[in-house]
């Protein structure tokens, strides 16, 4: 008796059709989608700093111990890293192994999807987290600190909402998509780049 295989690496086939919206509600839905994520990410930077006793940093990256220096540059890179083969994978993924990014959600199912929405959730939140808490040790503005931080953790929530949108919606919604990515990726620049300053900057002790 011949046993089936189980391949639990290739996407699950979903097979549900796809209903047509209008042009309106398509645009409306979009932008609206990104107008929230500006809301929601300026709502949380203004009330984080209005709560705030003091725009003075709590710690400093450059006057830690060598061992957190050197954790910390390391940790930049390996995400840094991580986020770059992610990349990679997702435009493999999209537009080589699938044509185009809706017909890759459409092989997908919503259970499937589901999963991949919890591991990239919890993904983001620790990449992104450690990048911004290391990032509150840099020399930047408390204000610049708390933008950033902000943007960036709402853009890696919504980004997983517009894979959703994408699948049930619209291809559209892949605007969302890409305004979240640049705005993770501004994030990824400024954190590393001021990481870096603080670790092997003047002020950094040797």
Sequence with gaps: METASLDFGSPATSGSAVTVYSDAAVYSAVFGAITLLLLLASATSWWSLRR?????????????????????????????LAQLTGGIDAYVQTQIAAEGTHAYFQYISNERLLGMSHAHLFGFFVSFGVQGLLLTGTQLSERTKTVAICFALWAGIADVGSWWGIRNFDPRFEWLSMVCGSTTGVFVLLSTGAVFKAVFGRGAPR
């Design 52 to 80: 705030a006793g003091s725009f003075g940093p709590s710690w400093s990256l450059s006057q830690t111990s060598a061992s957190l220096r050197a954790l910390a540059a390391l940790a930049m890179i390996s995400m840094g």
